[in-house]
């Protein structure tokens, strides 16, 4: 049996980075919210836009060409996304992509991506994805589905609260490698999160200084 191939998965900056969608439609439109999200500075070409996305772009003063896609529109940007409902038009924005050295991602068509975009469930800065490296992207979707019961917005500010707490035991000089890495699985332990979830905030700072205080880090 052959060695199966896994994708390599990263979490990707794209902060001010030109990225092109082309497409005008529904998935266009999910995947210029989250480049938005992203950061990334968006030109948006289609024949014809969708009110929807239309609105958004007006908001969020997006580049939008309302047109055929042309070759020299690839040129210059870090990363194509082809969200066409042409599969051959993708395939000709993907060979465009790729001649002009971008990373490509084809909502059709895996094998002609350089990435695949998986299923992902955000909490502030925890971020969840899941994949079946495009095969069944519906299962991604259902397994996502039932990791928001499971991880709540009490998550985004769980990380909020532990970032600094993390940040002043590994820049402590009298702890050793070992010391920190006790120090933070302590941490982890502290009952933060039931109370993160009733919105019990201030009691959950005061625990975690208490933490801080007792350990010599504050």
Not at 9 to 26: E, F, Q, S, Y
Not at 42 to 65: M, N, S, Y
Not at 140 to 164: C, N, W
């Amino acid at each position: 049996m052959a060695e199966t191939i896994s994708p390599y998965v990263v979490c990707l900056r794209l902060a001010d980075r030109p990225c092109l969608v082309v497409g005008g439609g529904d998935i266009a439109e999910r995947k210029v919210r989250t480049l938005y999200a992203a950061g990334g500075r968006i030109t948006v070409v289609a024949g014809e836009i969708k009110p929807r996305l239309r609105d958004f772009i007006k908001r969020h003063a997006i580049t939008a060409v309302e047109r055929a896609i042309r070759p020299e529109d690839v040129d210059d940007k870090f990363l194509v996304v082809a969200a066409t409902d042409d599969h051959d038009t993708n395939r000709m924005i993907a060979y465009q992509a790729h001649k002009a050295g971008a990373l490509v991602n084809v909502v059709d068509s895996p094998e002609d991506s350089d990435f695949i975009v998986p299923s992902s469930l955000r909490r502030g800065d925890l971020t969840i994805a899941i994949t079946t490296n495009g095969k069944i992207p519906a299962l991604s979707r259902k397994i996502r589905e039932s990791l928001e019961i499971l991880f709540g917005d009490e998550y985004a500010h769980y990380v909020s609260l532990l970032t600094p707490a993390r940040k002043a035991i590994y820049t402590a000089d009298a702890f050793s490698p070992a010391e920190r890495k006790r120090c933070m699985d302590e941490l982890l332990n502290l009952p933060l999160l039931p109370l993160l979830k009733k919105g019990n905030y201030d009691s959950a700072r005061r625990m975690v200084q208490a933490f801080l205080q007792e350990h010599g880090l504050q």
